[in-house]
Structure formats: structure tokens, C-alpha cells
């Protein structure tokens, strides 16, 4: 082969190369991860989704790409972020965290496929109208924080009998913690128990309920599940520990980080599983095929290093439901 020949050969491999790189990149399926939550304090969100689309062989930056939106707690962000993933034609969008961020795929598009993970009903908030068989583009995992209001507000009068008054925390902006207070308010009307309602949209808010719950000398809280309160968990935590209110929330890294109490189902299987779903759907699968995924377990979580110091006796019968005592 004559040097020029060689050299022209090479030249033309040159090109070949990032153009074959380039067409196998442009194939990899790429899923819009759109979280209402912040980045800083959600990471294990987008962990907990990874797992799931690894149970099913999608690993990211080997054969599957995500890009990420995060609204930063700011649900006015939510539209112009998913409008920017349907533009950029990814192939599934993850709805994590929150009604609204599922809210806002589904107004976005009926075409790109769907997978949410929500706190609420999905047919109370009209994102599905069928669980077993959904229609359309969408489909998704809840861990029904907001139906189990009730029972949080019945473990909390068995651990504080005597509160003549609980309060509740209730953030108005969010579909799951409004209807998990009506339906409290509901059973406590039942049993004549006294319920004041509070709301909380920031941090300066939930300073000045603990102030107006110290000095109404309310006996108990319960801590209504939305994305926010989680997100101010240490601060919540805080402040029951210092004034001395006994308080029931929503999920176990409440409990975990000094709460009392939690009773519900795990954030962190509902975020797999939606990986896991996302992962069937790049696999072929249609969302309508695929039935809302409930969860299984709900667990009671209890502190009683907590317990102790807000001087509370734990009954022996919560002591033997609870699924993880801390000690």
C-alpha cells in the first residue's frame, strides 16, 4: 500500500470513528427525572430510581442517560421544567415526589411515557382513572401517605390520651397533606377529640406554629406528608424536641433522625420501584399495561429516647406493633 493510500485510509477511519461513537450515543435511551425536591437534600431520590432500573439492567452512562430536573421546592418551576424534557424528546419522564410534579407531566403531554411516584390517591388527583389498568401514557407507584391521616391520628391519642387539643401541620399548597387533614378532621370529629390546623408553606412558618402551639399549650402534633415537611424534618424535629410536643409524622426518617413516631409505607421502595417500572417501560412495555403499584407494608417506627424525654409511657401494646423500636 502506497503511504498516500495509507494515509488517506486513516483519514477516512478518523471520521468514521466519532460519527460511529456519536450514532451509538444518540441511541441510548435517555429518561427525564423531574423531582420537586432539591438536589442537595434528595439525592437518595435519584439513588433509590437508580436501583430500580439496574434490578431491571439499565445502568446510567452505560445504556441509559438521565437528565435531571430539579424544581428546588419552587412548584411554579414545575411546568417550564417538564416542558423542557418533552422538547428535548426524552423517552420516559420519572414524576418523582409530589402530586404536583405528576400533575404536571401528565398536563405536558400525552405522548411520552410516564412514571410517577406519589404520596396520594392517583385517582383522587385524576392522574389515573383506573389503578390496575391505567390509561393513556401513565403510570406510577404511590405510598398513600395522605390516606393514612386516620391512623396516625389514632396512635397519636394512644400515645398522648390526654390531649385535650393536637394540632395538625398542613401544607395548603400540596393536594396529599390537604386531604390527609380533612380526613383527620373527619375521624377526630367522630370522637369529639378537638383539632386545630395549622399551615406551613417555609421555614418561618413552622417557627411560628411551634410558638402558637407552646403558648395554646396544645397536648400533641401530627405532621401531614408532602415533600416540604420532609424537607424540614431536622427543623421539625428540633422544635418538638425543645417545646416538648409529642408528634406522630409521616415517614421513617423522621423517626430516624430523634422524631417519636412514624407510621407509613417506605419512600425509598416507592422511588425503586419506579425505576423498575421506567425500566419496563424502555424495555417495551406500554404504562397502560402496567398497574399502579400499591404498597405493602406500612410500618410503625418509634423512638424511645424520644419518649422518654418528653416523659411518655409507651403502652405495651404499641410497643409490640411497632416494626422498629430505636433504643
Request: net charge neutral.
Amino acid at each position: 500500500m502506497r503511504r498516500r493510500d495509507f494515509v488517506t485510509l486513516l483519514g477516512g477511519a478518523a471520521v468514521a470513528w466519532p460519527l460511529t461513537a456519536h450514532a451509538q450515543q444518540a441511541a441510548m435511551p435517555v429518561i427525564g427525572l423531574l423531582c420537586g425536591r432539591s438536589a442537595n437534600d434528595s439525592g437518595w431520590v435519584a439513588s433509590a430510581f437508580r436501583g430500580g432500573l439496574a434490578e431491571v439492567g439499565f445502568v446510567e452512562k452505560q445504556n441509559v442517560a438521565i437528565e435531571y430536573r430539579w424544581a428546588e421546592y419552587r412548584w411554579d418551576r414545575l411546568d417550564a421544567l417538564v416542558a423542557d424534557l418533552v422538547q428535548r424528546q426524552v423517552t420516559v419522564i420519572a414524576a418523582l415526589s409530589g402530586s404536583a410534579t405528576a400533575l404536571a407531566a401528565k398536563a405536558a403531554t400525552q405522548s411520552t411515557p410516564i412514571v410517577f411516584a406519589v404520596g396520594s390517591d392517583p385517582v383522587v388527583l385524576g392522574l389515573v382513572s383506573n389503578l390496575s389498568r391505567p390509561e393513556g401514557n401513565i403510570t406510577g407507584v404511590t405510598f398513600f401517605a395522605g390516606a393514612l391521616g386516620p391512623k396516625r391520628f389514632e396512635l397519636l391519642r394512644e400515645l398522648v390520651p390526654k390531649a385535650a387539643t393536637i394540632a395538625l401541620l398542613v401544607n395548603p399548597n400540596t393536594a396529599a397533606s390537604v386531604f390527609e387533614s380533612s380526613s383527620i378532621q373527619v375521624a377526630a370529629a367522630a370522637v369529639r377529640q378537638q383539632i386545630e390546623v395549622y399551615n406551613a408553606i417555609k421555614a418561618g412558618d413552622i417557627d411560628r406554629v411551634f410558638a402558637t402551639i407552646v403558648q395554646r399549650r396544645l397536648g400533641a402534633l401530627l405532621v401531614t406528608g408532602d415533600p416540604f415537611s420532609f424537607a424540614q424534618r431536622d427543623q421539625l424535629v428540633a422544635l418538638a424536641a425543645r417545646h416538648m410536643v409529642p408528634t406522630i409524622y409521616w415517614s421513617r426518617e423522621f423517626a430516624e433522625g430523634g422524631g417519636l413516631i412514624s407510621y407509613g409505607a417506605s419512600q425509598k421502595d416507592a422511588f425503586h420501584q419506579a425505576g423498575v417500572y421506567a425500566g419496563r417501560v424502555l424495555k417495551g412495555e406500554k404504562p397502560a399495561d402496567l398497574p399502579i403499584m400499591l404498597p405493602t407494608k406500612f410500618e410503625v417506627v418509634l423512638d424511645l429516647k424520644a419518649a422518654k424525654a418528653l416523659g411518655l409511657e409507651i403502652p405495651t401494646s404499641m410497643l409490640l406493633r411497632a416494626d422498629e423500636v430505636i433504643e
